[in-house]
């Protein structure tokens, strides 16, 4: 079992940047691979970025060049760093772990632990 908690989101102008982190508690946080997931009001969970277990990564179209995930394993911390934002980035930001270390899943589904959420708003 492994808990995560969110910090980082804010208000920022269109055009700027803010960096989100997940603390995970737990020494299994290098066993799973983390997500990064975004929910504006009345929409659907989306995708965001992947990260697995061996550092490999994975983009949603939106965000490709403008978002960068990393992860520390030290730390048992996921980042988010989030440049150039957009006011369609605007929404809660969650971070998510799967069981299956080397997957990079683009689905909710396949995540088996969850964050509580933080916002993020971008004004135009």
């Known amino acids: 079992q492994v808990q995560l908690v969110e910090s980082g989101g804010g208000l920022v102008q269109a055009g700027g940047s803010l960096r989100l982190t997940c603390a995970a508690d737990?020494?299994?946080?290098?066993?799973?691979?983390m997500g990064w997931f975004r929910q504006a009001p009345g929409k659907e969970r989306d995708f965001v970025a992947v990260?697995?277990?061996?550092?490999?990564?994975l983009y949603a179209d939106s965000v490709k060049g403008r978002f960068t995930i990393s992860r520390d394993n030290t730390k048992t911390a996921l980042y988010l760093q989030m440049n150039s934002l957009k006011p369609e980035d605007t929404g809660i930001y969650y971070c998510?772990?799967?069981?299956?270390?080397?997957?990079?899943?683009?689905?909710?589904?396949?995540?088996?632990?969850w964050g509580q959420g933080t916002q993020v708003t971008v004004s135009s």
């Open positions: 998510a772990a799967d069981e299956w270390p080397s997957r990079r899943s683009r689905y909710a589904g396949d995540y088996h632990h």
């Open positions: 737990g020494r299994t946080f290098r066993n799973y691979a």
């Open positions: 990260m697995n277990r061996s550092g490999g990564s």
